[in-house]
Nanobody, 128 residues
Framework: QVQLVESGGGLVQAGGSLRLSCAAS????????MGWFRQAPGKEREFVAA????????TYADSVKGRFSISRDNAKNTVYLQMNSLKPEDTATYYC?????????????????????WGQGTQVAVSS
């Protein structure tokens, strides 16, 4: 069983930056593709970014492409989401997810169904 704990959220002005971290414990996530999703009040959870287990491939939602960057440090069992040029519409709870069932998968999922372990989320609020 893996535990995923997100941190780094907070309140920031539009145009600002935040760096989210997702620390895994209980088992290594080095063989798992990892993703970030977000959910705004009253809306469904949506894909933000994901990274292959090796770190060699990433994918982003169109709404964040060019502004957000996902990375990972397998030695630290941690995944990051660097968020720049934040907009009020980025306001949401951000969740980290791991696709542990698909070890060393070459396919990065952009769907919640592709992930089997989730963190509790960290809130990001962007003021205009």
């Amino acid at each position: 069983q893996v535990q995923l704990v997100e941190s780094g959220g907070g309140l920031v002005q539009a145009g600002g930056s935040l760096r989210l971290s997702c620390a895994a414990s209980g088992r290594t996530v080095g063989s798992a593709n990892m993703g970030w999703f977000r959910q705004a009040p009253g809306k469904e959870r949506e894909f933000v970014a994901a990274i292959m287990w090796s770190g060699r491939s990433t994918t982003y939602a169109d709404s964040v492409k060019g502004r957000f960057s996902i990375s990972r440090d397998n030695a630290k069992n941690t995944v990051y989401l660097q968020m720049n040029s934040l907009k009020p519409e980025d306001t949401a709870t951000y969740y980290c997810a791991a696709g542990l069932w698909g070890r060393f998968s070459q396919t990065i999922s952009r769907d919640t169904a592709g992930y089997d372990s989730w963190g509790q989320g960290t809130q990001v609020a962007v003021s205009s």
